[in-house]
T-cell receptor, first 116, second 114 residues
Framework: GAVVSQHPSWVICKSGTSVKIECRSLDFQATTMFWYRQFPKQSLMLMATSNEGSKATYEQGVEKDKFLINHASLTLSTLTVTSAHPEDSSFYIC????????????FGPGTRLTVT | GENVEQHPSTLSVQEGDSAVIKCTYSDSASNYFPWYKQELGKRPQLIIDIRSNVGEKKDQRIAVTLNKTAKHFSLHITETQPEDSAVYFCAASGAWSGYNKLIFGAGTRLAVHP
């Protein structure tokens, strides 16, 4: 089956620093990947759509200068949380699809970010 | 944009009973409706999905029904087991942006008691 990995699985950083999260499709190529944020006991909120070789498309209310997305290859997308603050602490999950013909999305295991 | 509402937010059943979770969506252009199960601290797992050209789909103890006219779809779990306890999310997708992005409901926390 389609496998998506994320690294790191958890990270603690100090306020004001930046953190990079990697999302990889291990056994398939993903033209499009999606980044979600999930606060405790809440739903998955789509942050942005990451497209290989082009700029990410951000959802309304998501600061593109704070959440930098790079989709450098068909198997790797990165999310960088810049100048992190405690309110950025959350569970960040990526997903990838097999393409427009296949609607299924496969999720990574998530990255728990804690900003102190 | 698309909006997905999900009810109930919590559901408690006895082992062996059935559980039903309902979702409504707002955009008639939505055409793909997956259901995900998420255990605490883990990734969402796709358990069943349905496309707009189908009214019902079943996979063992799990079934999903879709009413396009009313713009709602439901998840049915029969003969529930304690391991079914988790948070369930419905979602809707359509080619609004060309990328088939998913919009999720708020989730239903299902507890199955032995």
């Amino acid at each position: 089956g389609a496998v998506v990995s994320q690294h790191p699985s958890w990270v603690i950083c100090k306020s004001g620093t930046s953190v990079k999260i990697e999302c990889r499709s291990l056994d398939f190529q993903a033209t499009t990947m999606f980044w979600y944020r999930q606060f405790p006991k809440q739903s998955l909120m789509l942050m942005a759509t990451s497209n290989e070789g082009s700029k990410a498309t951000y959802e309304q209310g998501v600061e593109k200068d704070k959440f930098l997305i790079n989709h450098a290859s068909l198997t790797l997308s990165t999310l960088t949380v810049t100048s992190a603050h405690p309110e950025d602490s959350s569970f960040y999950i990526c997903s990838a699809g097999l393409g427009t013909a296949s609607r299924e999305q496969y999720f990574g295991p998530g990255t728990r970010l804690t900003v102190t | 944009g698309e909006n997905v509402e999900q009810h109930p937010s919590t559901l408690s059943v006895q082992e062996g009973d059935s559980a039903v979770i309902k979702c409504t969506y707002s955009d008639s252009a939505s055409n793909y409706f997956p259901w995900y199960k998420q255990e605490l601290g883990k990734r969402p797992q796709l358990i069943i999905d349905i496309r707009s050209n189908v009214g019902e789909k079943k996979d063992q103890r799990i079934a999903v029904t879709l009413n396009k006219t009313a713009k709602h779809f439901s998840l049915h779990i029969t003969e529930t087991q304690p391991e079914d306890s988790a948070v369930y999310f419905c979602a809707a997708s359509g080619a609004w942006s060309g990328y088939n992005k998913l919009i999720f409901g708020a989730g239903t926390r299902l507890a199955v008691h032995p």
